[in-house]
């Protein structure tokens, strides 16, 4: 069973980063970072898109550059609750059925991930998508910082998940999967998410995504080609950098003859 969804795209954003302050400011190919998370947006083609702020720079800036933003309040203690507000704002009457939770720090995400992370609620059961994609470097595999996905198959190139975690899993022969904190929320499910307090495993695990297991919410997960690059520091954002502006220039290749 399937059924048509309606999406909105939204990016929280605000300038409170310790590691790369001002970084939804910082500039990659000609324009603010937040806006290039913007453009990516766009670009998926499944709604319309937003920024969700509470900074005044960061709104005026989005505007600029012919994006559509909303102040939110500055007390938010999540990306989640920020879009939930800002949902509130932009769409009061509910036509929109699906909200699209875009990190600001993915400039570089390909479009066809975004798109991917929307699908599963095709499925009327499913309450929340996310993604993952493949560890292929040993090193990951047990580094804490790498969130992996404990899931089910259910199809090509899609799970149900079971768990999340920091730590190795599952145990034994077989791929494990990096977590690429990425959401589509039903509608309903980003209010029932948000009105419920931290659970035991999100407080032990700190991954904010445990609540909506432990309270019975479904989570499907598509499987995509690779983990687009969060910019975090400033080495993520000279790579972004560069990233971009290879796709936005790309090397010509002279005529040998």
Do not use: C
């Not at 599963?120 to 910082?145: G, Q």
């Not at 019975?216 to 950098?241: F, K, Q």
């Amino acid at each position: 069973m399937s059924s048509a969804v309606a999406p909105l795209v939204l990016i929280p954003a605000r300038l409170a980063a310790t590691r790369l302050p001002g970084k939804p400011l910082a500039e990659i190919a000609g324009a603010p970072m937040i806006v290039q998370v913007w453009r990516r947006a766009r670009e998926a083609d499944v709604g319309p898109v937003a920024v969700a702020t509470d900074d005044d720079r960061i709104f005026a800036a989005v505007k600029d550059h012919g994006g559509e933003a909303v102040m939110t309040r500055t007390d938010h203690p999540s990306g989640s609750d920020r879009i939930f507000e800002a949902l509130g704002r932009l769409d009061p009457d509910g036509r929109r059925d699906v909200v699209v939770n875009l990190q600001g720090d993915l400039p570089t995400i390909e479009p066809a991930s975004i798109r991917a992370a929307v699908a599963p609620l095709a499925d009327p059961h499913v309450d929340i998508a996310t993604l993952a994609a493949e560890i292929v470097r040993d090193e990951e595999k047990t580094n804490p910082n790498v969130v992996k996905v404990v899931g089910s198959p259910i199809g090509d190139r899609r799970l149900r998940a079971l768990y999340f975690t920091r730590a190795t899993a599952p145990w034994g022969e077989g791929p494990l999967f990096h977590h690429i904190g990425l959401y589509a929320y039903r509608r309903a499910a980003l209010a029932k998410f948000v009105s419920l307090p931290p659970s035991p495993l999100e407080r032990r695990e700190k991954l904010e995504q445990l609540r909506a297991l432990e309270h019975g919410l479904r989570i499907d997960v598509s499987l995509v080609d690779a983990v687009p690059l969060g910019v975090d520091t400033p080495e993520d954002l000279e790579r972004a950098r560069r990233l971009l502006s290879a796709r936005i220039h790309p090397p010509t290749v002279e005529d040998p003859s």
